[in-house]
């Protein structure tokens, strides 16, 4: 459960109205690692945490104050947009007639769709997707995600930073930047708890019995006169199994299996020389058959 108090997490004041800065704005709040996908990233993680104690209450902590900074963020772009677009067109009329075409360059949405308020999209207008998000159900890969998601939600916000005079934007901004700069740290320091608590050992290796014991530890180069040897990344010690990094400076064939694909459907039309043979024509048959199949192995799953 939810509860909401009127009060924002910070002050989301602006000195004056800005509707072009509010056009660039909208990528902290709507786009991709702005602060609607952080937020969602954090409460889908939150929901689907199997470890109860501090690591759920850690992610809902963040993912809550997340929604605060949707709020904070959402409620400067509505100031940011006080009196447009009549006062925007009227200055850009004012300073140059051609500028009033394209209504002085701010974004037509936040008038025409939104009536002077925020909108789930980036500066671009892309709408806000659940595409953006990583929540995977495995804390070590979510961590770094989120940790990468801060950093790249940082810059945007520091680059925002400098695109504005106004003190009131910059106040609120500081607060953002300084979250954003622990909370990097947070999920950092949830990757070393991981560690500690034995959930991890530092990378993602589920099935590494199974995985190939030489390519798991071998740089590949693909470029002539490559300096990517001279990297940590390739020499030195894995950072997981302790087994020598192998630089193979050339690539080599490990297969003979060219990827060549059997005749085509003649229903389909594919572009076809004949070389293969004449195409089996597609009934669904075998999609059909297949799907028999993947019940039959289900019952035996379930009673093995
Ligand atoms: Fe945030
Ligand atoms: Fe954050």
Known sequence: MYRHIKELQFTAKPEKPDAL???KFQEILGGQFGEMTVMMQYMFQGFNCR??????????????EEIGHVEMLSTMLARLLEGAPSEVTEHAVATNPSLAAVIGGMNPQHAIVAGGGPVP???????????YIVASGNMLTDFRSN?????????????IYNMTDDSGVKEMLKFNLARDTFHQQ?????I?????????????????EDEDQVQNHTFWSFSEGSQAGEGRWAQGQTLVGGQDIIYQAEPVLLTDDTGL???PDPKLFAT?????????????????LQGAQNVVNKVKDALS
């Open 186 to 190: 947070q999920w950092l320091l949830g």
């Open 121 to 131: 999209r980036d500066s671009a207008g892309v709408p806000w997707n659940a595409g």
């Open 21 to 23: 800065f509010a056009a």
């Open 261 to 263: 694909l059997p005749p």
């Open 192 to 208: 070393e708890q991981l560690i500690a608590d034995g959930f991890s050992d530092l990378i993602e290796d589920s099935n590494s």
């Open 272 to 288: 076809y020389d004949g070389s293969q043979g004449m195409g089996k024509p597609g009934d669904a048959a075998g999609a059909r």
């Open 147 to 159: 940790a990468a998601a801060e950093g790249q939600s940082r810059l945007m916000t520091s680059r």
């Open 51 to 64: 470890v109860p104690g501090k690591y759920k209450d850690m992610i809902m902590d963040i993912g809550t």
